[in-house]
């Protein structure tokens, strides 16, 4: 059975399209462009119900899905209203900590051998790739910065606020050109 940790509200119902039982969903998150999931959950009556999505394509503001078995717009008409969930699982670790509102900010890296590098002064989520932008600079003066990509991270441990890290030889000797800036308005 799904409950509400297994999954992550994005948006809602907002009206059907059309007489094939097109539903418009409207987007409530700032960090989804597009659904591109092969099913979503819908809250109907405290029940999360799979459907699975036959297409989408951009409308107005929101996302136009067409759902496996809602075929008429008296169907769909009733899920107007209802709130749309992904499965977590469907949504990367970087997307799911900013959406989930997890702060790293003060935790300590080190590298597989245990050695710090450094505190993480500010995620930057707003880079192609997460960074972690440490309180450490480079032999230039210029703060690290590392890629926050699961394949680099070995353990995060929440009570000690602690990350090993498996960095690549040379990563860290790349940080020579920029800086990790928070926005004015966080």
Not at 30 to 43: N, Q, R, S
Not at 89 to 108: F, I, P, Q
Request: hydrophobic share 40%.
């Amino acid at each position: 059975m799904i409950t509400k940790d297994d999954i992550i509200e994005v948006g809602y119902v907002s009206k059907t399209h059309g007489l094939s039982g097109n539903l418009e969903v409207v987007i409530t998150v700032d960090w989804l462009d597009e659904l591109g999931v092969d099913f979503i959950f819908i809250d109907i009556d405290g029940c999360y119900i799979p459907f699975r999505i036959a297409e989408e394509r951009t409308k107005n503001s929101g996302r136009l899905l067409k759902l496996d078995n809602i075929d008429t717009k008296e169907e769909a008409e009733h899920l107007i209203g209802a709130t749309v969930y992904l499965s977590a699982e469907d949504v990367d670790e970087d997307t799911l900590a900013e959406a989930e509102g997890v702060d790293y900010e003060g935790y300590t890296i080190c590298d597989a051998s245990g050695e710090k590098i450094g505190v993480i002064d500010y995620v930057d989520y707003d880079t192609e790739n997460v960074l972690f932008c440490l309180d450490t600079t480079d032999s230039a003066g210029f703060q690290i910065m590392i890629p926050a990509v699961d394949d680099f991270i070995v353990e995060i441990d929440d009570d000690k606020q602690t990350i090993v890290m498996d960095i690549p030889d040379g990563l860290l000797e790349l940080n020579t050109g920029g800086s990790c800036v928070e926005d004015e308005d966080d």
